[in-house]
């Protein structure tokens, strides 16, 4: 089916008038009318408000061009399985399992495959031809591919606990014990900050895989503390409910 035909089922699904549906993102009804007639297609920015509304992705909105998979695991996604970003937004990445709320799921390979290995396995698949053919196939995933970007040369697990230790280092006041730390999306995490001079900054890629944490101030109140870090740098924030009211705590290069 065409993205044409799809708007205009969707629409007709959703009960929405053109000119509802065209107010609900901020087109005309003209504009609305040329895309059911093929004349135009949604730019990107309107895909993604059209995906929030008819809860699609915006690969079935153009018409499934791609066969998608989750670059965790390897599972083909469809709009009943893919993850969505704590605003609603499809990610279309990864399935509900490996990406939830802008957190993954799994930080280490080896848990992602002993945990198949025990749930796919049948009496046309062992066990352990699961672990052989997803221990080959994850690595070409872009999220594995990512930890080896975050991690650099040295073993990812050794890599967490010495960040885990430098956090513990910096002795901030309230701040508790670090003791683990999870995989975060950057855009989940990237919040913006206002510097002495009054400029509001950001200091994340939305797109880049980081490790972090939030934790309760130790001296209780509406403030946490949330924690990011990467090869290159740790910053501590403190913040209250959602994320609401930000401050930089401390951004230091490693």
């Given at each position: 089916m065409e993205t044409k035909n799809i708007i205009q089922e969707l629409r007709n699904r959703a009960g929405l008038s053109q000119d509802e549906l065209a107010e609900k993102v901020h087109v005309t009804r003209q504009a609305v009318s040329r895309w059911e007639n093929g004349d135009t297609t949604p730019n990107t920015e309107t895909l993604k408000l059209l995906s929030k509304i008819f809860n699609?992705?915006?690969?079935?909105?153009l018409g499934s061009p791609r066969q998608l998979i989750c670059q965790c695991c390897g599972m083909p996604l469809e709009d009943a399985n893919i993850s969505k970003e704590p605003d609603g937004m499809f990610n279309e990445e990864y399935c509900k399992w490996c990406y939830t709320d802008g957190e993954y799921t799994y930080n280490n390979m080896?848990?992602?495959?002993?945990?198949?290995?025990?749930h796919m396995a049948n009496e046309h698949f062992t066990s352990n031809q699961v672990r052989a053919y997803m221990t080959e196939m994850l690595p070409k995933l872009n999220y594995w591919k990512r930890y080896s970007e975050l991690g650099g040369e040295e073993n990812f697990e050794q890599f967490k606990q010495k960040l885990i230790q430098e956090f513990n280092e910096l002795h901030i006041e309230g701040m508790p014990n670090v003791e683990s730390l999870n995989a975060l999306v950057g855009s989940f995490v990237n919040l913006e900050y206002r510097l002495p001079n009054g400029k509001m900054v950001k200091f994340l890629d939305d797109s880049a895989t980081y490790l972090g944490n939030q934790l309760e101030c130790k001296f209780g109140g509406k403030r946490c503390f949330g924690l990011v870090a990467n090869m290159d740098f740790l910053l501590v924030c403190s913040f209250e409910k959602d994320g609401e009211n930000p401050?930089?705590?401390?951004y230091r290069k490693r």
């Open positions: 699609v992705s915006i690969n079935t909105l080896d848990d992602l495959i002993d945990y198949c290995s025990e401050e930089l705590v401390m």
